[in-house]
Each structure stands twice: as structure tokens, then as C-alpha cells.
């Protein structure tokens, strides 16, 4: 079985007194590149190769900044909504060494993420 080459591209880009490149606009549409893309670098010897950096996964603090909450409701109060039902509420913090609804400040200060 024959493999297939790849072709290979050159591009071109001039470093800034900053340091900075710009990368070429056909580079970046090949690799699906748009403002705040992120990418990697690696130098194995002389050579450097620049790929898509692989998209991270957010942290619970930033995932919660792109919720739409309704108006006038905390983010603790519309999590706690979506958890349990009004009336669940009074029951689940009522009895002996039942702790209040966990915050979400409460979770990321036990992990350190403060």
C-alpha cells in the first residue's frame, strides 16, 4: 500500500522588535485560526512547529461567568433553583447536622481555585 505524501507549504512572517509574528492569512484559515486562538509551539533541534493549541477545559468560576441569569438572581440562588424544588429547600436544611445549601464560592474555596 502507497502512502501519500504531503505537500509541503512554506510561509513567510518577519519578527517584530517585540517579538511578534503574524501569521499568514492562508496558515491561519488552514488551521481554523480567528482572534484569541491560541497555539503551540514545539522545537525539536532547529525545527519549530505551530499547531492549534488543544482548547482547555474552563474552570467552574469561568464557565459560570457565560450563564444569562434572570434578572435580579445570584448565581448561587439560580444553581440552588436548578438543584432542588422551593419547597425541598426548607426540608433538606431543616434536621440535626444538616448543613444550608453549598455555595459555589463554598466549592472553589475547599478546592483552592479562590
Sequence with gaps: MATKLTEEEVYYATVTSKGQITLPKDLREALH????????????????TVTPAARR??????????LTLPDGMTVDEYISDM??????REILQSGPGVRKITYVEDLLWERGEE
Excluded: I, M, N, Y
Excluded at 485560526?33 to 519549530?48: M, P, T
Excluded at 477545559?57 to 457565560?66: H, K, P
Excluded at 438543584?83 to 425541598?88: A, E, M, Q, V, Y
Design 33 to 48: 485560526l480567528k482572534a484569541g486562538s491560541q497555539v503551540k509551539f514545539v522545537k525539536r533541534g532547529e525545527d519549530v
Design 83 to 88: 438543584r432542588h424544588d422551593p419547597g425541598d
Design 57 to 66: 477545559r474552563r474552570s467552574l468560576r469561568e464557565a459560570l461567568g457565560t
